[in-house]
Every structure is written in structure tokens, then in C-alpha cells.
């Protein structure tokens, strides 16, 4: 159990961050726990399961790759403990093993959909994203990218440098330049933070703004986002709450301070609305946004019980 | 002839800068020089004016007030000198008086379209907008801003603080945060550099995202503009250059250094298409931005001697 | 001057009502005025049609046509009051003969828009919207009209009489079947009761969801509006004020004053914008709505002095 | 048989009356008749069981919550007449208990849309909406309602009241000025009469109106909708008819017998295309309206025996 | 073996041609095949069917019936020979049944999308289409049909000639006039040549011209396609190939060699979005085009065993 | 008057055809037939000018071109005889030298919308859309053209001949592929037939079909046009006829005759609103289509005596 509550603990505190990571992380910690949990009666066992999975949830309240990681390892059907811990065990295996596989997969499927000579823009420092562009430069399409600086953390400054590494010719535009620059792209290519029943997209604030100028300009954007980015949720009708960050981000607080009347309003992330947006790629498969339920329902292995 | 030189020589070296001053200063100085014109004859008159009308606009070839205030102080009907040089003299003081009072005039005229209550996002740092904004407040109108930070060169910082000064509750968000906060806007308001013949905006970069988000959320744009910034040359079929600034705006250089596959695209300017305005706010009159072929006859005296 | 008071009176207890009411009634009542005027200083003569003019004007500040009636009525460049009275007196006489004959042209001009066969939707109760209709269907044109009721006065029941009286076949609806009806629709005809300097038009609450459906379905909407409808000070940045009505008009007041949390908003008009108009048909022509400005300038009469 | 009959009776009489009523009543009066059914033989069995359904459903051909309800009711998979019965009993009680608790379940899920704040619109009245809108207001939300007279029959009266007795502050509109009001709403909330296999609502006429303004202005709509007002006749491609009412309704008899080129088109319904619905909420979760198809198989319980 | 070879070779020398027509003949030859199957070891047995099925899907990489036919036949679930041959017989024979009756199905289901009076636009010469169409028409209704040419191949030649034998009035227009026609259109109707993941048609070039006028105008566009055109790789991020065919189509191939700065382009097909398609009509239902994944899941029986 | 007469002639029986020609054929026959006219009252001679005016403008009552050649030639202000022939004579030759010269004009002004790499793409055979592009060319702009087919009468293959003979890159495409290959483009050019007072755009049928899918796609449409091209008539409400052709441009007549039940619609244009069109290039320089009345009443020297 110290195990584990060192895991959430390390969650807690951000130490393990990134919404893969954490996933992968409170798989693995679950898992461990159960190899050790010393109880025979089934009911016993599900309950010490269903405590730890709580504990783990409860790190993060708003990560939505937790609760389904914990789900994803967690559910099993047996009547006996130890066929229940086989197969929460080898839930866990193939969760990590298709975790780590994600980034892959979706290079590979998202690839197919970019073509030689294409154009592509992309918004803040996805590795989602940039699996997809890499795996399309690597397999020789004569691709480049256009990346945006990402105010306020600047995480494009990232973006370029990895590109830069991959050779892929790049250019890089402030974030107010996105609609001068789209009449020369193809496809726009973000990643997520978090998808919702109904297909939006929440993510870096800004790609609302690149998906409303492309969509203007008829041109595609992609999503690729890892199946555990799905929120289960918000079938329940729960928002998804938008972080509000520091002020010191965007201005040197000195001189917010020698301004009374001014105020900074610096939200983390924004919403996309499915209409924006052509495809999402998993690494599952490539899905249009209103088909959020079915992969929530059927991958992520969500129970509805009142559905039906 | 050597003061004009003088003038023309600092609108080129851009010690005068700015679209007001350089008309201003435009005007001014043909004005002089029409003052000490020696000749008595009034086609030698009329050359020599053209000819210093001509080194005028030469300095910025791409600057619209230059030939407006040009055009508004040279033209008149008369066939004696004494009676021509006092035609523009008179055409002068009026340019510069009317000049003189514009941010005034857009300023009453566009505060009758903010409402009690009203929040209003503006782009960049625009005279012109902010005159409109603190008249509206000076009203007593109970309203509050939201400046953008205006990467790269941030001039929403310059905004800011004038706003802080006039003691108007102000919010700073980054670019990327348009499209999160349109929905608690009531009205965009932005300046101009330059209006086509079509109705077209060429402003900073960025305004046209602002306009497009409005657009989506069917809020109003506004654009206060001085009736110097329409410009002629566009019902010739004439494009606006639009400016490509220095990659050091935007990134370190040393760090842009060491990443050859990358570049920099940093456009000055965008251009917001007629549709996503709903008035231009002059000094003369608000019009919807279709009206720009008026603007130029009637306001501007341009001309367009094919035109029946 | 005791009957130009009279008259003043009379339009201001709304005696005398109707935009074309009104703008007779006031040159009518500055024409007689002016027949009487004793001075023979033409400056003095100015000064007293400027003061009539005034309080006419004064009576309804927010009726549009009574400002336009005015000005047609009273500008003149004479400088003998015998001539200056004399043209005030054509003017007068101009003035009325065109708005008696408004009607008549506006479904003329209108009627040639109305093909044989087709289905006109039409809101509340315009004598301008009536008149087109009415002259297709006397030119044999085989139509027929969706009439809306027109809650909260219902003044669709009076359209619904008039069309029944010409024998035009007529269906009526609820203000909420409009957009249900649009399917069959081939085009809409609505009055104003103004026209803004951006062609925005102001009319009978509800316009503005029949032009949307209308747009929707991208059937026409055609507005019929005399000239004097066109608003001169919105070049000036005024907007229009909308007329917040009695809510009895909408519930019995003794329920209302039942139900301590409830209150009505009855508003009298709303606002169109011009996108959504194809044609504004006056008595001199059919126009873009665009061209409002044009309208005011050419027709109506306004100098803007500051207008080059 | 005959509980079952006087059932069918009432039903088809509309003594019993309301989508929610019927269902529950058809479920009850269903179990009542398989408790007496006597046969031994489960093909006998079900035969019987088939002929009451079918009865049942015959009595108002195009409610859409009576196949719905019966269809969950009667489904079985036993080979005993004693399990099927007792299956059927199973059903119809789950059936009646989520049904009792469906206003409270929507209510609960609709309310977490809701933000503090925010103000809202709704139509006609529809109980659903109105369980939404209380939920959220007895959570301690500052919320206030903006509520359509909804002509001809004037259910606008009923909402009020409603709202009133909560506590909740409410404004009255006719259904004219829901465009003009739009810019104040904050979310439209509307319930349904049904909902079809493309995710259109079929609802009181003018909710397509209000999904259209909102769209316009770009606020989200939200439908609340129990699962068994999915229509699964859709899929077959049939069209929900849309009921034609009395003229009285609109106008008094009388009067439009006086004008014999008049009729009256009343229709009870208009349809929203599913693009204009952010989100329909069910008892069991909210979804996009493109999801029609899955919550009517897997909720409903409907088999497409050729699916597969 | 050979009788599959034949009919391998048969499809690849476009002999045997039509998606129908191709996905029975795999389906046939595929039994066949199975029914000579010597092997008594399943692991042989399952060797032997993938590999005829490799045979037969490879003959036409693009055609999407064809690996939705030999999926549907080949799959079973058996561990002995027999019974696994059983399976795939009853396969093939239900595919071959549903096959020869998805016309008539379609035609059922789509008819009651068509009204009396409707005049319905078509494009090229699709069965599934005017299998709708003609089922309305025997079913009484009185429609007509404005068929387009649909140059180059003129397809629509066929398609009236058709409609005419079997007396339904139809109108021929030249491509060019799809959007003048538009107005008087109440229902578009197309078929289909493969569905993608997301609801994207594609389809004959020009259909997405149809498409976008028909949306402009908002009148239904209907799309009947059989569920074995529904494309599982899409899936899988694949794009469709678009074949470009051949230049002589389109112009005199004499004429065209004359002018050595023209080429031509002649692409087969284009791809229409989901968002301008209202319902897909297949043999088992009506579907919005954002349930494509669950018709190649329920219906076509793919597996996509990494969904959870 | 007999030469007048042949000219009419020639104008009716089309030996005289093309807006151009008729327009400078109708100029010049009035102005031979002015310097014959023997009278010497200048009354007598005006209605001699207007009865040899409406001779030349019925013979082509839908021509657009002729009332303005005519109107433009006609009018003047003498009082006396021989003044009023020398202003008309000089009328007929600015006419005449401007027309000769717009298609040059009409070239120079458009190429500057033309830059460096656009694909043009442009509709059937406009001499003054290939003359904005034979100019961009021979400027040494890299361009390259998309070319319709332009069924019926296929006037494209004209177009590509004319583009090969200035060894322009160009590619032939079927008119159902205009919106497959609209991504491509940079920029649409068309010609017009006519051009309205709302500033529609009559033009060869398809032209509106290009512009929907440019305007879906945000690509720029130019429409170029001389200025009588503009419809004066359209002020009074007049609709532009659009005529029907022949089926057998479409269809072998022997073939249509075998189909009883099959009719042809043959449209020769198509109308597109003044919102799909970005500019109208005309000899005297581009405007944004809302300017209409402007060019009208400006350029073509028509009076509406009402107007003020």
C-alpha cells in the first residue's frame, strides 16, 4: 500500500505529470497493490480494489486520463480472487503496453492522412501531434510545418526545436498570425487535453482560434488524442473546468502591480466545438467527433448501467 | 524647397512616423512651399507644386495618408497664382485643423454606439480606438476593456497602461485568449492603417482574428479610422503590401541561429474583409465599410476623371 | 404660428400618427407657416423657419420622418425672402406630391420583383409591403400571402382583412409558425419604420426572425420603405432607440401582478441586420441597403458640410 | 384484458394524456395483463402477450412513447412462461421506476450546464426543461428565465407561473422577440416530443426559431428529453407527421368566417435540425443528437434484426 | 481453386463490374471455394479461406465491396471444419439474399423520405437512387425529377431514359444549371460509391456540387447506398483514391494534341462532407452519416479488436 | 435614317452580336444619324434623337449594353441645334474610344489582383476576364489556368485555344469538377452578362456555381466587366430575364423525342448575389459589387430625376 500512496502522493504534487504519464503510473501502481493484497474472500478483494482505485483518483480531480486508467485496470468479472487479480494483472499489461504504444499508433494511422507537399499547422508542443508530422516526414512526404509561438509559455519554441532536430522545414508565426498563414496550409494538426461526449475539444487555449480560422478557410484539422483522453464524465452533463493560470505568465507582475485597473485573465486551455474538427486520431483508429460515446463506451470499457 | 526636402527627408528616415503626423507634416510643408513660390505664371505654378506634391509621396511609397493629404492640399480651380496659392493655402489649414480634431470627432461619434454596461475588446494600441473607448467612459458610461497583448511587438502593454490612466477597468489577455473571451464581449473596437476600396481593413496583425471571432459570435466590430487612411490607389486595382517584419520580434536570434530548418514569418499586417465589419467610425461620419468609393470622392476630392 | 403649434400639438399626442402622417402633417404646417412669415430681412426669415423647424422636430425625437420632412421642406439658397418663400413653398408642395404618390410608386417599382405563382410572407401591417402585394395581384399575378399575427397587437388581423378585401388568397400563422412556413415561401415583404446609415432596419418586433429564416432558406426579403424612413444622425454614430412598450399589451395586468418574480419586456421593434436585406424598395427605386447613405444624400437632401 | 382495454380506452380517448403518462400507464396495464394471463405454453404465451402490445400501440399511432414503453416491457428471452412472466414483471418495474425518476435525473444532469449567473431561455412548457431549470436554481445558482408567451395556446402562462412559485426571477416575451432577446441568454433550454434517428427534435412550433437564434448568436441549446421520446420508426425512414390544430386556436371563428380568401395554418409542431442541439439530456446521460441511434438501442431495447 | 481464379481475374479485367455486382460474385466464388476445401484440420481450413480471400480482395485494391463481401462471408467463430464450412455458407447466402434485396429495401425505406409533390434532383445514374424514386412513384406519388447530365461519360442519358420508361416526368439540365434549378428542388438524391469513417460521400464528381448548392438552398440531400459501401479502412486513417481518368472523356484526344500547353483533368469522383448530407439510406435502416462506424461495426461485422 | 435602320436590323437579327459591338454599333449609328438630321429647332431635333434612340434600343429589349451605349451617346445640354450635335457627336467618340480601349483598361486593372504562382480559374469564353489574365501573364507572372468545359455549347474549348496560343499553362475540366479542384485555385475570373443594381452578376449559367463553391472555399472571385454592363433598368425594380435555350444544345432532338416524359431545361445564364463577389473590375476600376448605382449614375450619365 506505501506503494501506492507513494504514487498518488508523486501525482499529487505534479512530480508525475503529463496525462500519459500519470496514466501509465497509476496502472502500474494499482496493479503492484493488487500482487499484494492478502485477502481471499472476492468481496474483500474488490473493496480493497475499489479503495486504492479511489485513492488514486482523488490525486487529480480534473486528469481525465486517471479515472480511466484506473478503470481500464481495475474492472474484471471473476468470483475468485485469484482469477480477479490475473486479470486485473493483465488488464494493467495491456494497458501500459498499448499506452506506450499510442504514440506509434497514431503516427501511423494519423500519417495516412497527410500528403505530399502539405502544409501543416500546429499549435503549442503536442508529442501526439508531432508523431503524426514526424511519421509523415519520415516516410519521405514532402511536408512542412508552421507552428505558433504559443503565448503565454511559449511551448512553439519546443515544437520548433524538435522539428528542427527532425529536419523538417519549419516556420514560426506569433499566435495573432494564425489567419494571415492559413490561406497557405492544408491541415492543421493538434493534440488534447481532454474530449467530451459530445466531441469538443478542450485544449492549449488558441486551437479554438486555429480550428475557427481553418474551418473559415475550409481546411481539415485533425485531433490526435490518446483513447484515455475521452471524458466519461461528461455524460454525467459535467463541465470541464478551464484552469485559470498565474498573471506573472503573460506580464512581469512589478508592472501589473503600478496598474490598479488592470487585471490579466490567463486561462490554460479553450473548447473546440465538434464541428470544427474532421477526425480524431486515436490509437485505435481515426473517428469523427460524435462517436466520443462509442469509444468511451468501447474502448475505455465504461459501464452505463442504466443504459438498457 | 529645402524645408520640404527637410520634411520628406524625416517621413522617409521615419523621424516622423505615424500615419497622422506624416499627413500633418505633409501638408505643412506644401503649404510653405507653395508660401515662397516665386513664379507668376500659373502652369509653371501648377508644376512646381506637382513636383513638390510628387517628392512627397515618393518618401513611403506604401503610406496612405501621405497622398491624401497630399491630393486634399495641392488641388484647386483657380487660373491665377495669387488666387491658387491661397486655395491651398486654405486647403491646408482646414486639412490640419480637420486632422486635428479627428480623434476628437471619431471619438464622439463612436462613443453613441457603446452602451452602459458595455465590455470591449480591442487589438494593439490605436489612438483612434482608445478615443472612442475613454469618450464613451467620460460619458459616464459604466464599461470595462479587454486589451490583448499584442505579440510580438506588445503594444497592448502601451494600451494598458493608458487605459489604467484613464482609471477604465481593463483585463490583458494573450492573442491566443480571443476566442475564449469573445462571449463576455459586447463590442470589438479597432484602428486601421489603411482601408481599400472594397471596404477591406488592413490593421495589425491579429485584428482580423478578432474580427472573425467577433463574426462567429455575432458581436459588432467597429474600426475608428481618420478618413486619410482609405485608400486611393485600390479602385486602380492596387494591392497593400503587407509589411514582413524582422524574425528578432519574435524569437532570439542566436536561438533562431541554431536551428537551421527553421524561419520566421512575422507579418506586420492583416486584412479583415468588409463582411466582418459593421462601421467604419471617421471623423466625418460612421459608414458601413461598402461606402469607401464616398469616402474617397467626396471627402478625399480624388478625381477619377474616366468616371463620366 | 398658432397652427403650426396646433400641428406640433397634434403630433405630439399623437393625434396625428404614422411616419407619413407625420411628415405631412409637419410640411404641410411649415409651408403655411411660412406663407405668413412678415419679415423681409432674409437672415431674420431664416432665423424664424429655423425656429418652427426646431419645434416641429422637437415633437417626436425619435420619429424618423419628421426630421427628413423638415429639412426637404425648409433648405433653400435664395437670398430675397420672396424667393427663399417661394422655394420653400415648391419644396412643400414637391415633398407632399411625392409622399402622396409613395405608395403608389414603391408597388410599382416592388411589383416587378413578385413573379406569378409566388407565395409572399409578410410581418404586422406596412401600407408599403401591402401596396406591393397588392399591385402584383392586380397586374394578374396569381399569388398568395402568409400573413403573421403579430402578437402582442396582433396587427396582423388588419393585414388579413385588407388582403381578403382584394381577394388575394391569404393564410394566417402564429409569429412562432414562421420558420415552419418558410419552406413555402418564394419571398418576404416587410415595411420599416427606419433605415440606418449601415442599411440596418428597424421594424415591427419579429422582422428580424423573418429575415433570418428567410436567410436560412435563402429565400429574398424585400423591404418597402419611403425615402423619409432613412435615418440621417446614425451617420453621426446615433443609434436607434427601440420603444420599450406597455406589458399589458402582452398579459393581463392583474395576473402579472400576481406573480411578484415576473416581469415583461415588450419590445416595439427590432433591429434587421443588412445582410439579411436584398432590396429596399423606395418610391425613387429599388436599392441595396447598402447604399442608404446615398439614399439620404441624393434624396433627402442633408448636407454634411465636414463631407470634403 | 379488459384492466388492459379500458387502458387502451383512456388512452385513446386522452383521458390519459402527456408522453410520460401514456408510457408509464401502457407498462402498468401490460404487467397487470401478463400476471393474468393463463396459458401454460410460451408460444401461446407469447402470442398473447404480442396482441396486447399491439393493441396498445394501436391506440395513438403516432405518440412515440408508447411503442417505446411497451416494446421495453414485453422483451424477454425465456423458454417458461413462468421466467417470461416473471422477466416482463422485471421490466415493466424498472421501466416505471426510471420513469418515475426521470425529471429528477434530467434535472440533476441538465443543471450541471448550468453556470452561476446565467440567464436562460426556454419555450412553450415542457416539465423537463423546467426540472433542469429548478435544479439548477435550488443548487443556489443566481440564474433568471426568459420565457416565450408561446401563441396560440399560450403555455408561456403555465411556465411563468411555475417559475414564479420557485422563486425564480422571469421575463415574458412574445414570441416575436426572441432574436431581440437573444443577446441577454445565456443557454435555451427545450423539451421534446420527439427526437429522431438523425438527431432532429420535433417540438412545440417555434422551438426551430429559437434553436435558429441561438445558433445565429452562437449560444448553446440543450434539449431535455427522456430516452422514450427516441423515435425508433425513424430508422425505417418514416417522417414524424406533424399535427395540424383547429383554427379557433389562432383566431376567432367567427370573424375568419367573414373573410372567405383566409385560412389558418396552426401547426402543433416544428422540427430543429440536429446541428442546432448542443446536447439532449436524457435520464441516462447526455449525448450529441447524432447519438440517436445508440440510445435507442441500447436504452430502448430496440432489436434491427438485419443489423448484422 | 480455378472457378475462384476465374472470378479473381473476371473482377480484375473489369468483366464483372459494380460494387454489387463484385461484392456477390467474391461472396459466391468465396463459397464455392469453401465447399471444395479439403482439409480436415481447422488451422488448414482457416489458411486455405484467408488465403482466397487475399486472392479475391487483391484483384481490386480500391473497390471498397469487395473486402466488406469476403469479410462477411469468411468469418466464423468454428473449431471444426464442418462447422465452420456451414458457417461460412450460411454466410454467403444471407450476404447473397440481403444483397438481391438491398434495392428493393432501400427503395422502401427512402420512399418515405419522398412527399407528394416533390420534385427530387439526381445525379448520374445510380440504382440505389432511383430505386427511391421509382418506389415513391408506384406508390402514387405525384413527383418529377430534374435529372443532371453528367458530363464527361453523360450518364444521364441513362438515367432519363429510365425514369421515362417508367412514366415519371423528368427534366434534363446540363451540370452547369444544378444551382439555377435549386430553388425549385425539394429533395436531392444520390448514391454512393464508398462512405468513409466519418460520413464523407464519395461519389460521381459533381456530387458534392449538388451537395453544397443543396445545402446552400437548405433542401435534404439524400444519400442511398447499400452498408457494403460503407469503407472499414477508412478506420484506419486511409484516405479514398480519387481516380483520374482518361483525358479523351473530355475532349477530342486530336484536338487536345494541338494545344500543347493544355492538359485535362478528369477526376472520377469527388467527396461530399458529412455535413451536407442528411440521412444515408441503406438496406437496413436510414442513418445520419456520423454512424458510419457502427454500421461497419453492426452491420458489416468488422472487428476492431483493440477497441477494448 | 436608313443606315440607322440597317444598323437596327443587324442588331435584331444578331448579324450584329456581343454587349461590345451592339453598343458601339448603336453609338455610332446615332451619331451618323445626328449629323444628317435637317432641322433647326432644337425640339424638333431632340425628339428626332429620341425617336432614332428607341428605334436602336427595342431592337434587343434584354440587351444591357444597348440603352447605355445609346443613353451615354444621346444625352446633352444644348439649347441650341448645333451645339447639341457637336456634344453628341463628341460623346459617340469618347464611347467609342473608351469602349475600344476597356478591354485593355479592364486588363491592367485587373492583373494587379493577380500574383506571382495563382491558379486562375475561369467559366466559358469572357474576353475581359482573358484579358486580366493574358495581361497577369505577359507581365511575367508564373500563372496557370483552371478552364470549364462550359456546357452546352462548350465554349471552354475556345478558352483553352485562346489560352494556348499565349502559351499559358491551362487545364480542362468538366463543370461538375469545379469544386474538386476549387482547392487548387488562388482566384476565380469571370466575365458578365449583366450586372444589377444590388450587384448581382448575370452571367453564362454555372458562373454561380463556381462562385458558391469559391466563396465555401474563401477563394477570391473577380468579376470583369465594362461598365455598361451595369443594368440602370434594375433601379425601377426590373428583373433581368434569363433565357431559355434550345434543348437540342443539350440533346439530340430525335432522342428526346423517343422519351415523352422527358423535358430539357436550358438556361443560357445564372445569377450570382453581389456577397459571392469580391471586386468588379471595369475600365474605370474595381469596385465592390455594392457600388452598383455609383458606376450607374456616375459613369453611364443616367439621371433619376426623382432622386433629389
Not at 486520463?65 to 478503470?71: F, T
Not at 528542427?164 to 492544408?186: E, F, Q, W
Amino acid at each position: 500500500m506505501q506503494q501506492l500512496l507513494d504514487t498518488a502522493e508523486n501525482i499529487r504534487t505534479m512530480e508525475i505529470r503529463g496525462a500519459g504519464r500519470i496514466a501509465e503510473a497509476a496502472s502500474a501502481a494499482l496493479r503492484d497493490y493488487v500482487l499484494n493484497i492478502k485477502v481471499t474472500n472476492i468481496k474483500d478483494f474488490n473493496k480493497k480494489v475499489d479503495e486504492a482505485a479511489s485513492i488514486l483518483i482523488q490525486t487529480r480531480p480534473t486528469a481525465v486520463s486517471l479515472p480511466n486508467a484506473v478503470q481500464l485496470t481495475k474492472r474484471h468479472t471473476a468470483t475468485e480472487v485469484s482469477e480477479a487479480r490475473e486479470e486485473i494483472l493483465r488488464n494493467a499489461d495491456k494497458f501500459l503496453e498499448q499506452a506506450g504504444q499510442a504514440l506509434e499508433k497514431m503516427g501511423e494511422i494519423g500519417a495516412k492522412r497527410i500528403r505530399d507537399g502539405d502544409v501543416i499547422m500546429t499549435h503549442c508542443n503536442s508529442h501526439a501531434a508531432l508523431s503524426v508530422i514526424t511519421t509523415a516526414f519520415e516516410q519521405g512526404k514532402d511536408i512542412s510545418v508552421i507552428a505558433t509561438e504559443s503565448r503565454p509559455r511559449r511551448q512553439g519554441l519546443i515544437t520548433i526545436k524538435e522539428l528542427n532536430d527532425h529536419g523538417i522545414p519549419t516556420t514560426l508565426i506569433v499566435d495573432s498570425a494564425v489567419r494571415y498563414c492559413m490561406k497557405d496550409v492544408d491541415t492543421v494538426i493538434v493534440g488534447a487535453d481532454a474530449i467530451t461526449i459530445n466531441g469538443a475539444l478542450v485544449n492549449k487555449v488558441g486551437t479554438s482560434q486555429l480550428a475557427l480560422a481553418a474551418n473559415e478557410a475550409r481546411k481539415n484539422l485533425l485531433c490526435a488524442a490518446e483513447t484515455f483522453k475521452f471524458s466519461p464524465k461528461t455524460i454525467h452533463g459535467d463541465l470541464i473546468d478551464i484552469e485559470e493560470r498565474s498573471p506573472e505568465e503573460v506580464i512581469d507582475t512589478e508592472v501589473l502591480a503600478g496598474m490598479p485597473n488592470v487585471k490579466v485573465k490567463n486561462p490554460a486551455f479553450d473548447i473546440t466545438p465538434a464541428e470544427y474538427i474532421d477526425m480524431i486520431i486515436t490509437e485505435v483508429g481515426a473517428f469523427p467527433p460524435q462517436m466520443a460515446y462509442t469509444i468511451i463506451k468501447e474502448h475505455l470499457g465504461w459501464e452505463f448501467t442504466k443504459m438498457g
